[in-house]
């Protein structure tokens, strides 16, 4: 008798930890959950309200006087000059279109693997898709100098006859934009509408207004939640082609020019694995950000971070190949400014941000994240995760502006040194984002209630003789 007391008191030590470890075994009522998402939305500090007006503070210096300024000025207020005509914009450009990467990667292309541990994070990445697409697409708009010009790039037939000029990189990148904005938007808002309906049922006053409104009449019947599944299905599979699709033609505006250094068959893959690696690099520190701030412990644990730290860690080995695969096709290439521009970067001007980059995007990573404490440790990972999106943008900086420096004319070669203005509206344009964030995250829940409930449903702990075995049950 006593044997078979200590051996249930093991089995039950056991559950504690199994349900510590797993958030899908961890199993809470309903209620529970949808309370603690609801109090984490409605919590408005001071320290949030203090970070919003510094925040709307920097949007208004950066997006509303810097680029105010230039746009009565000109271009000629930025240090874009002969032979650097792709500056800072640019390269901001392309890294926001990496960040956007983070919401596809992390929600439908695991969503399509049936990676359990996505369900608490799909809409915190999600949402960091759609904000960073806004961001990246004011850039083209900010880099055409004569804003207002904007609707001769729209394909409808004018009053001239003239349509927009396919050839050009901006239309590309245009076209790329809205389609990747729409599909992510429809993406981000569908599996939004359960919980909507369920904040619907628990606010009043203009909070129930918007979510009866977004809610679009939910009721939760079988029918609804089979539409609502399909739908979500299809719209998973669709977003993967497009996601790859934005990238690569963000590198065919490099790739399609006779621009040594630029002129790279493989540009594709090596733009779209840098993406995926900011963008998931990016979705790790939000969500550090956010548990610590919202109190989101239970839904956001360390087996989360865990594997979001090991798919950094993958990334950043893939992104290591194709970094030293470009430089072998530059460098077997026999172009004499090929060679001009490799040991620009190891010895020229821009060597010190070279070598940063190498220590953020590859000696980091690799020395740390094998480790499973600092891939759980907040600090760890935080720091990790900024110096992966620090290199990242320094690896755009040089590819954008490094790279124009040095042409076959050695008569043409200059420097790039970013004026205030363009440092202003870079400042700005990173804050939208933060502010956009920080504000929807108290307007809709971060956390798909509905997608957790559904994974606890289908783990459970079952007994096998004396042993205690999670399973898994496969939900159609």
């Given amino acids: 008798m006593s044997s078979d007391r200590g051996h249930e008191q093991e ?14 075994l961890d199993r809470r009522s309903r209620e529970e959950m949808n309370y603690e998402v609801m109090h984490a939305m409605e919590r408005i500090s001071l320290g949030w309200l203090l970070a919003a007006f510094v925040l709307g503070g920097l949007v208004f210096l950066g997006l509303g006087l810097a680029w105010a300024y230039q746009i009565k000025w000109g271009l000629g207020v930025a240090g874009i000059n002969r032979p650097v005509f792709w500056g800072v914009y640019i390269a901001n450009f392309v890294f926001w279109i990496g960040i956007s990467h983070s919401g596809t990667f992390v929600s439908a292309i695991l969503r399509v693997f049936k990676a359990e541990f996505r369900r608490p994070i799909t809409r915190a990445s999600e949402m960091m898709t759609t904000f960073a697409l806004i961001v990246a697409g004011m850039y083209p708009l900010i880099h055409l100098g004569r804003t207002w ?20 990189p901006l239309m590309w990148d245009m076209m790329a934009i809205f389609t990747y904005l729409i599909g992510s938007t429809l993406y981000l808002y569908l599996p939004l509408i359960p919980d909507m309906a369920m904040a619907r049922d628990r606010t009043t006053g203009w909070r129930y207004r918007l979510y ?47 621009k040594v250094g630029w002129h790279s068959s493989i540009f594709g893959p090596y733009f779209v694995t840098g993406a995926i690696f900011s963008g998931v690099s990016a979705v790790a520190t939000v ?5 610590r ?43 004499a400014v090929g060679k001009e521009l490799l040991t620009l970067q190891a010895r020229g001007p821009v060597a010190p941000l070279w070598y940063i980059m190498l220590a953020t995007n590859i000696l980091i990573p690799w020395l740390t994240l094998w480790n499973r404490k600092v891939r759980r440790s907040f600090w760890g990972l935080m720091l990790v995760t900024l110096g ?12 954008v502006t490094g790279f124009l420096t040095r042409n076959r004319l050695p008569f043409d070669w200059g420097v790039y040194n970013p004026s205030p203005v363009e440092i202003l509206i870079s400042i700005g344009s990173l804050s939208t984002f933060i502010f956009l964030y920080a504000v929807v995250s108290r307007v809709i829940p971060l956390v798909p209630i509905w997608e957790v409930r559904e994974g606890q ?20």
Avoid: C
């Avoid at 089995?11 to 899908?24: G, N």
């Avoid at 004018?158 to 050839?167: C, I, V």
């Avoid at 079988?222 to 497009?242: C, D, G, R, S, Y």
């Fill in 149 to 168: 010009r904007f609707y001769w790039m729209v394909p409808y037939p004018n009053q001239r006859q003239l349509w927009p000029n396919f050839h050009s």
């Fill in 212 to 258: 009866r409104l977004l809610a679009l009449g939910w009721r939760g019947t079988e029918a609804e939640w089979q539409h609502l599944k399909t739908a979500i299905t299809i719209f998973a599979f669709a977003i993967i082609p497009v996601m790859f699709s934005v990238h690569t033609i963000v590198s065919w505006d490099f790739g399609m020019t006779m």
């Fill in 388 to 399: 992966v999106n620090v290199g990242m943008y320094i690896e755009r900086y040089i590819i």
């Fill in 457 to 476: 449903i289908a783990h459970s702990l079952r007994r096998i003789g004396r042993a205690l075995v999670p399973t898994v049950t496969e939900l159609e």
């Fill in 11 to 24: 089995l039950a030590h056991l559950e504690r930890e199994l349900k510590a470890r797993d958030l899908l």
């Fill in 293 to 335: 701030t919202m109190k989101l412990d239970y839904f956001l644990r360390a087996e989360h971070f865990d594997s979001i730290g090991k798919l950094i860690l993958i990334f950043s080995f893939a992104w290591t190949y194709f970094f030293f695969a470009d430089y072998l096709t530059e460098w077997y290439g026999g172009e």
């Fill in 287 to 291: 969500l550090l950000v956010v548990r």
